[in-house]
């Protein structure tokens, strides 16, 4: 079986127990996580063969995060190993009217140091047939964004797939380069969109509106300044508070345009690795079925992500097609 | 004071702290359960002398369940102790549009393997004034069902009453038996039928709605065909989504149909013995009360265990009073 | 840094882990509260300078007491350390309409039998600008009353400005004085008056209902009484269940009335010490803001309180005003 | 079956997880102890009817206690519920050089309260074998001393067997009596004297060497001043450091002496109860064995309790037996 | 890479946290194991390349089953998943003079219900050099020992290395055949010998003692009766008590006696799985070293495998040979 | 009360609960650390105003971290923060033959790239007696370095006592200054030396062994090289494995050579800040005690901070001075 390309940092996360803040306990729970690697591990639990590449650190900690991508049987085999430490984030989850924070230890660790002559690409891309990379990657470093780019070229020479989750992260980019150029160039190499009208906006230097003929109109014009791009999918959040979003997906695929139903999570676990889960639902659902069904695998993997702790999505592929099919009540499965 | 008895499996059940999945964490929690043995502690902690009769293990785990029964102050001196292992069940907690799971080990378990030489039930039920059974304990095995119908024989001659929750689980009844042959012959000996339409539709091969016209209609059939039935009470659950139910009961006495008012569950603890819960209030209803606030005490004991975890109701009668008062803004007891 | 100076009762708060109840458990966890003590920790996390005043036990729990409020940087300097054990309190959480439960364990606490002498008022306060006090304080035994009474006389005499929240709970006031009488005095050298219109009618012996129109009246009436009293600050709860909640706030403050919007709390955490941190919202606005924003701040530090676990406001200033900003709809801080 | 009976205070046992101070960690958990009920639960487990009888608070901690006598089986129908909190005590665990300490809340608890008005003894004893009491129980109070002589009176009048252990405790009596005028009375009503020279020279201010030849004759002149007392058992612990031990017993019959082996506890896990596991092993061994299996059974329990944390000795009468048959190499159970 | 074939039932190891009894408290943990998995990890941990086959539940609890394995990067790809639900086995560790206890639920389990055709043979052998069989399999049913039988004759015939653990345990061994005869037939298809005289002497029907010589005459006898087997790998373990062991090895390789040093286990963590660390270091030595270095490298492995809680054998290569050279002071690793 | 001030690296450390490895389980908790940290806490422990100086974090880590200081009562006055992390360190708890092994995440923290205009050391040192430093600060970096070498300056100049311990950490010290001439530098700068034949070793290029002659050969030669010192204090640790140490201290101050006897740590708990706890009890025995008496309470501070996990010697004085009066047997305090 052909394999999924996800490439990007592995972080380990620490949190609290049982939502607290750190200040109120010190018995807290890590896992790991990272916008790609969240997507690589959803895509694998709804059945891909996916092969996550990164760089981590050569200790019992880096050990303990490769024996975790293991766990949800990635192939690790591209993964190089290096002196410098793992990313931390530490994570309060919020309630009600407050919000979740984060506190990031990332900037010098061992990902953010990777290099083009880490990564053996011919090798690491020897099977592959689809490749997805988000912003949070080239906006950590020179020679991340350089590893990515190098990456992107043979993935599309090879002629991959290749999807493109442009999050843009003013907190990050702080090696020199320019967000904007540095992104578009990586999206010329790119064939599925999975961003709003906020990321089509940033790249066009527009203003559309979130009206769905001002993203149908925004999709056109992306896929005029980048003509790779043939499919665009959005998904649009309303938050009522930190514990109750309602969501739903839209897409344009170049001729004609669809929305889902929003879904209502009124009770949410954990939001953090929603939106990946929504690209890994996009990924498998172009991989699998059609646009349309792609677009609603999309949103309803995001939804349920919302009913788990921790970044992973642990939903497999029943799970969600379970939700297509409206079983939203949440009647026991003995 | 006279006794209830409950006769049913004793099931240990382990569950992840927190509400996780066990592929997320190892830190599990256990407790113990079974339908039967949810009513019982349910009546013991509403004031009942409630008896269990059942097949435990002889090993430690054995000791920890007949301790887990002592604590809750039920008589466990007509429990056999076997070479077989207690049966499990594994339990992931669902949350909004995700269901809960369940996988049981049950199969070969001491309980499931109890034949009627193992009761002696002369012994058992000289104190008895109400015997409950459900439909769980014939569908494990032949001699689960042999030794349940040799106890509802000598139930009904001594003149107990005898609360029948003939709840039907296709995914058991692997022993060659059929369903609803036996589930029949069981209800001859039953005078009070907690179970709703569905169960009904099974026993009388009917196609009643849901309506409260078709259940008079369906309740007034069973009695028909089951003389000794004199009294049906159902609830009829909504759900919104895994988190979110409401719950309403509603009843036939032969001569009246009454219903209760919906009682709004917003944010669901845990929903597994909620079923077990209300048949206990039922039975402690009907032995304290009148049918009406038999019915409303078995709403309210229903839908307060939603707000425990664990397969126990842990609410004692003034709890449910309280909330049969109106009582339900849930203000601070000091 | 002029100081706030809160006084009372140290307790500590002991609860099952996972908001489940004490015979469902034996892991437990241990905070600190007490109603002035919640006041004086908000009051500190919003950028305060405070000292609490109390006396507790001479040993390792009350060690750990006061780590707990050098931890939020309280002054300690002024607690007295004596042979008499700390008071607990045991506290089981409640789910929709289940009502959460305390046990007190608290009559012959350390606090509870502090008498005058114990403590140097001169010192305590020789660097204060603001005293708050409740009604639980004189509540507890004549000797805390008695000693209360002396830190009122000398605030006062120092210009002080003095919150009172006169809290009046029944099942304290054992030791045979009468609450109205002696929350009265205690009143007369009080300047905020934070309570509601119930508190206002136990002092008056008037029965003034919930409406604006009775609220203002009732404060007016309460300042003819009480003539130290300048400004009368009161909140709203209208509770769903145990686990929905709306608040607001309202204000007399001799010239105007004002009253803020109703905040939803869907998904409350916790609700013990909502009442303290608003009485440390409307103190912490009264020094820093004007009259109507310290009302709002008072609901808005009232609100986010309700998702921390735990008797303590973590919130700071800025999470606070953050929410006066309008901004609930819990966006993650990254 | 007739029933051992034992009297004293049931005390909320809270200590850290993991042997932590209380300032590490607020992660703590709860068992129930109490020496007298710590004597009467592990005479349950070796397989003796047991009822306690004692004075617990009317709320959910009292019921937590209460269903934990339930869980050992122990009869709790004489149990007196009353408004005075249950006692409390805080442990922290030591480890090498470091001691254990403890903090006690129980000077105004529901037991120290107790009054003879509130036990019926004659309902209480009625089943009643054997009696066992210690000297915590006169230390107390008035109350709890003057109760106690009447259960005593009334257990000699009924020709029951009493056990004393005599332990003298310098921090408790402070009510005003002498407690060796106390004590004395006491043990004039006791059989059976669990204690040794330390306590033999308090009693007939004496000053006995820890030999075997001093104590022999401490054990006669015991009898001479006592008549009632029939035979002595001591036990001599030789401490390496908090986390080793090693322990033997003796004993004085009145005709014979004997001695056991002595036994080497190399990993302590909790040495509270240690005591007590001794005295009912003694108890267990006269009802069961003769005078020299009773010594060398209480030294088998009381070494293996220091393997289990709590307050509780969990062996069985079996895994006692196995230790007096030389199998301490801990050889795996499958 | 060449695999290392491991076969045998993988198990849910369920223990309480903290070393206490199931009856203490209701925080449990889990882990797998399963004598021939524990083999399989630690020879991954060691750096082979390990494929277990087995046969595990189809649900969940088989989902985290096989992910753990996927953790350690086991080759799960010839595990088969049946209805039957995984076995489970619950464990209270010991203490100084208390045992261990064991009890098992798995006499129903999906791999003790494996029958040959469930294995496709050809194919999980494809890629391998050893295979590693212990006396576990052969006894727990007909179906598990003919699937064995079929997995060694194939073994063999592709000239593949295999290792017998031939541990006889009395418990199991319930489906009718000859210990003696199934175990006999089994080692005509190995090679290698790990055990010691007891299970040499219930093969051979001799009775030698454990002294050297009598190890090297009967090594001689089993190769004359097996003469497939080329080596015999033992260890001796000495037992203070539980906490505290000694233990070495020894060999006969039809040419020389070999010995190691006594390692001394003064603070023992978990002792199961201990003897499947010595197997898998033996495997380990005898692929990369020589066999003196292979009996010290399973010496050592066993030793420090005794300071990790669970089943598994954390060590890595370098983490024992470290211990070989002589580094047993636990200097700090920074 | 005169301060003594400490300045360092304040660094998280996060442990599996249990004395697990990370890859065992995702429970894990966290303390604050460091080795100044960990004797400015010890001092504050035993009683001293202790002022730490440290460069934490900006964000809701860095607030924990501070509150943590205040928890012991540290003046955290002079603390600087910034938007660089909070240096991490992972550690994993050997046992027996298994070493302790540590991951740090510090290259880029806080306080690594403090640089001396962030500390005001004129009013930093304002009330300050004593100042401690060791070697991990200038190993981290230049700026790091020339912070403490200007603070030293000052501390000098104000007459301050100077203490060093100039542990030298080979896996440090990259950022290319050679420590030697940066440790010589500081020392001259020192009164107290805190540290054994090795660190004299290297600092004086010679090779003395480690018998008591050669000892004070080398604390000469080393007084005669930094005339400023005056006394040398010494700790020698045997360790028979990761679970069981002896200690003992030794000094030379110039006039007269003392050792202590030697502590045997039979099951130790944590050994991180074991040394530093040594430099901790050397600081306040000279503050309060003789020459003599302070290697004695080091030794003893040292030897029980094996008993406590985490970084931190929660010994109080009278803990201490309680092991120099010879109670080592673990005697309980009630």
């Avoid at 949800?72 to 309630?95: K, M, N, Q």
């Avoid at 964004?145 to 999807?163: C, F, N």
Wanted: overall charge negative.
């Amino acid at each position: 079986m052909k394999q999924i390309i996800t490439f990007g940092e592995v972080l380990m996360r620490i949190s609290p127990i049982g939502n607290k803040k750190f200040i109120q306990s010190n018995a807290v729970e890590f896992y790991f996580g990272g916008t790609e690697l969240n997507v690589g591990i959803s895509l694998a639990n709804f059945g891909g063969n996916v092969k996550h590449i990164s760089s981590i650190s050569d200790d019992f900690i880096g050990d303990t995060a490769v024996s975790y991508l293991n766990k949800f049987d990635l192939d690790t085999s591209s993964i190089v190993r290096s002196s410098r430490p793992l990313g931390v984030y530490f994570l309060e989850v919020g309630a009600v009217m407050r919000p979740s924070s984060i506190s990031y230890n990332r900037s010098h660790s061992s990902f953010s140091e990777i290099v083009p002559s880490m990564v053996n690409w011919e090798k690491a891309l020897e099977n592959g047939k689809w490749f997805h990379w988000t912003g949070i990657t080239p906006a950590l470093n020179n020679g991340s964004h350089q590893t990515l780019l190098e990456g992107l070229k043979l993935a599309r020479k090879k002629g991959m797939t290749v999807s493109a989750d442009p999050t843009y992260r003013s907190g990050l980019w702080k090696y020199g380069e320019d967000a904007k150029e540095v992104l578009s160039e990586l999206i010329n190499y790119s064939t599925v969109f999975i961003g709003g009208v906020n990321e089509m906006n940033e790249l066009l230097g527009t203003t559309y509106s979130y009206s769905n003929e001002d993203f149908i109109e925004a999709s056109k014009a992306l896929m005029v300044k980048f003509p790779s791009i043939e499919k665009v999918f959005d998904k649009i959040r309303t938050s009522i508070n930190s514990s109750w979003h309602k969501i739903k997906a839209r897409m344009w695929n170049g001729l004609e345009f669809k929305e889902t139903t929003e879904l209502d999570i009124t009770h949410i676990v954990d939001r953090i690795g929603t939106g990946d889960a929504f690209a890994a639902g996009i990924i498998h659902g172009l991989l699998n079925f059609n646009d349309d069904k792609a677009m609603e695998f999309g949103n309803a993997a995001c939804a349920i992500k919302h009913t788990y702790s921790g970044d992973v999505n642990y939903a497999n592929e029943k799970d969600v097609l379970s939700i297509l099919e409206g079983n939203v009540t949440g009647r026991l499965n003995r």
